[in-house]
Every structure is written in C-alpha cells, then in structure tokens.
C-alpha cells in the first residue's frame, strides 16, 4: 500500500520542486529612452530624477509576459507617464511629457526571438514641439 501511495504522490512531488525555477519566466519587454539632444535630461519617477547623460539610451523600465507577445507601453503596469525635465540654473524645467503614454512614439524592435523592446527617441525638435 505504501509503494502504490508513494507511486501516485511522486509525480505530484516532482511537479512543485521546479515550481520555483519558474517564478520570473515570461518573455520581457523593456523600455528605452534614447535621448538625442545635447543636453542631460532628467526622467522624473516616484519622486526621484534619474539622469539621462546626452546622446545615450538608458533602460527605463520592463515587463515580463506569459505570453509570446510584447507589452505595449500604454499597457504596462511600469510605467504611468513619462515627465522629463532639463536642468536651468539650479531648477528643473519640464521640456516633455506623455501623460497618458502614447503607443504612436514609441519605435518598436525585437532584437532576439521573444525579447522585446520599445524606445522612445527625444529629439530638440520633439522637445521644442515640432
């Protein structure tokens, strides 16, 4: 009786032993910004800058997805809405916003299969409204 007990709870066993290796698997989604100005722009998010240095792309969030397919920006819980800021003389001057996030500016790659990316490219031209 122990032998048949034992048979028909191994399986079981075996499956929630590698339950934890699958925790944080799913497929990412991150978000760039690719700052091309001249200027050092400042990404404002829970109520801290980060610096974003002139002429870089810097990551500034991700999301993982169960399914094979990609989180659109306006989707994902990561981000809420984009504020960044130049720096003038001591203060911080807003120069761009997506409040809500817009899909449409958003370039969107898939460099490696399942791996997916979306940027958004900060031009002086995007900045000065053009």
Same mark, same amino acid.
């Given at each position: 009786?122990?032998?048949?007990?034992?048979?028909?709870?191994?399986?079981?066993?075996?499956?929630?032993?590698?339950?934890?290796?699958?925790?944080?698997?799913?497929?990412?989604?991150?978000?760039?910004?690719?700052?091309?100005?001249?200027?050092?722009?400042?990404?404002?998010?829970?109520?801290?800058?980060?610096?974003?240095?002139?002429?870089?792309?810097? #990551? $500034?969030?991700?999301?993982?997805?169960?399914?094979? &397919? /990609?989180?659109?920006?306006?989707?994902?819980?990561? !981000? +809420?809405?984009?504020?960044?800021?130049?720096?003038?003389?001591?203060?911080?001057?807003?120069?761009?916003?997506?409040? #809500? $996030?817009?899909?449409?500016?958003?370039?969107?790659? &898939? /460099?490696?299969?399942?791996?997916?990316?979306?940027? !958004? +490219?900060?031009?002086?031209?995007?900045?000065?409204?053009?």
């Amino acid at each position: 009786m122990k032998r048949v007990l034992l048979i028909l709870l191994a399986p079981l066993l075996m499956a929630t032993q590698c339950e934890d290796d699958f925790v944080d698997s799913g497929f990412e989604t991150t978000y760039l910004i690719q700052n091309d100005t001249n200027d050092d722009l400042f990404l404002l998010e829970n109520g801290r800058f980060t610096t974003i240095v002139a002429r870089t792309l810097v #990551p $500034i969030a991700s999301d993982l997805n169960p399914d094979t &397919e /990609p989180i659109r920006p306006s989707q994902t819980v990561a !981000l +809420t809405h984009i504020k960044l800021y130049r720096s003038q003389g001591g203060d911080f001057i807003l120069v761009y916003q997506q409040d #809500p $996030i817009n899909d449409k500016s958003w370039d969107f790659e &898939e /460099p490696e299969s399942n791996r997916f990316e979306y940027t !958004l +490219t900060i031009t002086d031209t995007v900045i000065d409204g053009g």
